[in-house]
């Protein structure tokens, strides 16, 4: 297989090359071809090292994905592990507004490969640039996710985003639009498209076996929305050890304060906070539409209801987010119901349904909804040029209901939406709160 860079003249087969490129990676197919074509130079004895041929268990470097990283707290410390473990990964750079963690990612992706070339860099414009990686994994705080998604493909990389991808119904919409320009491949970070469980329950609501699907039900972070505020000022930090400009992005300015930088917060700029439905509702209402049969849509009536929220797809399958009434299954729980039965799970790996019957051929139980076969499966598409099972796409629409849903949640009355026209219909106040301003130069 040629290199997929793409710096690399010779591209995939069925993918052009960019023009005014040259070849910038060995790789053992062009070097044999060359070498034919120079007449001779195989009669000259050669030694090449087992692992360049990719023998020996080896992966050659012409078959290896070059990653870097764009933002590595918590959560990306642990998906970078999951990238590190797979053999044609190398690691080469990464970028994080905080000097301690890109010091803290360099030693590991060292360790790693057995060198110290694992390259730094505070600005994302500055490690796009690098035409030698083929794929980023972007886990910075979701303020800057879509932000940085659109720039990487700009940049002609593919990428592993982590959720939620938006911030925003028009974020939504130039994310997917973004990729479908630029042909490239795009992960959410929504890893239980991809474990048993949850792919078995979907697949029990999408073949009818609970009969004519009539809701399905997600469990969000919380059923409030709320403005997202300022605290006290504090003296900002050198800008070698946190870029405090660099960490706001494209959110609106407010003053530093170090408690900004701990934990997960959500939004820094003006607008609804994205938490509530978003948080949890990206993963759970994501497989809520896959169950549904809905990827290509978002749900078109919203309504609180007490302490839920009902929603209706175009294909009149109901929507209900709600908190409390789950089975003990773990966290991040979602139920189909049909006319002939139902089905539950959640993160511990267990499923629920009712009949005994449904439950066959569900598969060995795994728990605590890793995502390293999520990872595999961005991985052999961006080999491929595949389309992921959590693509641009799918997010798109998954994250239109929570907006839509948070929308209506913090106006406290029903709205109603048209995916066609991505608008709320008669609803000046409503359609006014689909985006927000970005700060210069962050507009996308």
Not at 155 to 172: H, L, R, V, W
Not at 278 to 307: F, K
């Amino acid at each position: 297989m040629k290199h997929f860079s793409t710096s690399q003249a010779d591209a995939l087969p069925g993918h052009a090359a960019p023009s005014g490129k040259s070849p910038s990676q060995f790789n053992r197919r062009g070097f044999l071809r060359r070498a034919a074509q120079a007449g001779g130079l195989l009669m000259v004895p050669q030694i090449v090292p087992g692992s360049v041929l990719g023998l020996d268990g080896a992966v050659a470097p012409s078959e290896r994905i070059n990653l870097g990283a764009i933002g590595i707290g918590n959560r990306g410390w642990y998906v970078l592990g999951c990238f590190l473990q797979e053999p044609d990964v190398h690691f080469r750079a990464i970028c994080d507004v905080k000097y301690q963690r890109r010091q803290m990612v360099k030693q590991r992706a060292d360790e790693k490969n057995g060198n110290t070339d694992c390259a730094t860099y505070r600005d994302i414009r500055e490690i796009l640039a690098r035409e030698d990686i083929d794929a980023f994994l972007i886990a910075t705080g979701p303020n800057w996710h879509a932000t940085a998604a659109i720039l990487t493909a700009h940049a002609g990389k593919d990428m592993y985003c982590e959720k939620p991808c938006t911030k925003n119904i028009f974020q939504s919409l130039a994310l997917a639009e973004t990729m479908r320009r630029t042909g490239r491949v795009f992960q959410a970070g929504t890893q239980r498209r991809s474990l048993p469980n949850f792919a078995f329950a979907a697949h029990l609501a999408r073949t009818g076996k609970l009969g004519r699907l009539l809701a399905v039900h997600a469990q969000p972070a919380g059923m409030q929305t709320k403005m997202s505020g300022w605290l006290p000022p504090e003296a900002e930090p050198d800008k070698e050890n946190v870029d405090w400009d660099l960490y706001l992005g494209p959110a609106a300015w407010r003053p530093f304060n170090p408690k900004l930088l701990d934990g997960f917060n959500f939004e820094k700029g003006g607008g609804l906070v994205g938490g509530g439905v978003l948080e949890w509702g990206s993963h759970c209402v994501d497989i809520c539409q896959w169950a549904a049969d809905v990827d290509d849509t978002s749900a078109v009536e919203y309504e609180p209801v007490g302490n839920r929220l009902h929603a209706r797809y175009p294909n009149d399958v109901k929507l209900i987010i709600r908190d409390d009434g789950w089975l003990p299954l773990g966290s991040c729980p979602v139920r189909f119901e049909g006319e002939k039965g139902w089905v539950e799970t959640a993160d511990n790996g267990d499923i629920a349904a009712s009949s005994d019957d449904l439950l066959v051929g569900k598969g060995t139980k795994i728990g605590g909804y890793p995502a390293d076969f999520h990872v595999r499966n961005f991985l052999d598409c961006v080999k491929t040029r595949g389309n992921p099972r959590a693509n641009a796409e799918v997010a798109c629409h998954s994250h239109i209901t929570c907006h839509a849903a948070n929308i209506s949640l913090a106006l406290q009355r029903k709205v109603v939406y048209d995916p066609a026209k991505h608008e709320f219909v008669n609803d000046e106040e409503a359609n006014r709160l689909r985006s927000e301003a970005l700060r210069e130069p962050w507009r996308i």
